[in-house]
């Protein structure tokens, strides 16, 4: 009954045992791991840029895709029915392309040896 009624009044304050609670300011301490430093934050455009010279072919794939798009569409809007589903077969050409380029380089970003 004694443990009972001094684990009740205990302050968690004074326990130099006793963690604090979640400090949403700083990120959790885990054991073994250390977080890499940021070296700068990135803007939309400075991260567009640096996505691009790693894996150029990605953009291209979307401009490809996103222009067989656009003149097909514009091709049958135009009643042209054969270069519509010409088109149509190049924007599927150029979707695949794109993903291939995306398998390609999460491959190529995982095999590469840690600095």
């Not at 894996?55 to 979307?62: A, D, M």
């Amino acid at each position: 009954m004694d443990a009972a009624s001094t684990s009740v009044g205990h302050d968690p304050s004074s326990d130099p045992n006793q963690t604090a609670a979640f400090d949403l300011s700083r990120p959790p301490v885990i054991d073994g791991f250390t977080p890499l430093p940021r070296s700068k934050d990135e803007g939309f455009n400075d991260k567009f840029i640096r996505k691009t010279k790693e894996n150029p072919f990605v953009p291209i794939g979307c401009f490809g895709t996103a222009c067989a798009l656009t003149y097909g569409l514009i091709a049958f809007r135009r009643g042209k029915t054969q270069q519509s589903q010409m088109m149509m077969r190049a924007r599927i050409f150029a979707q695949g392309f794109t993903v291939f380029a995306l398998l390609f380089g999460v491959a190529s970003t995982a095999l590469k040896p840690k600095q």
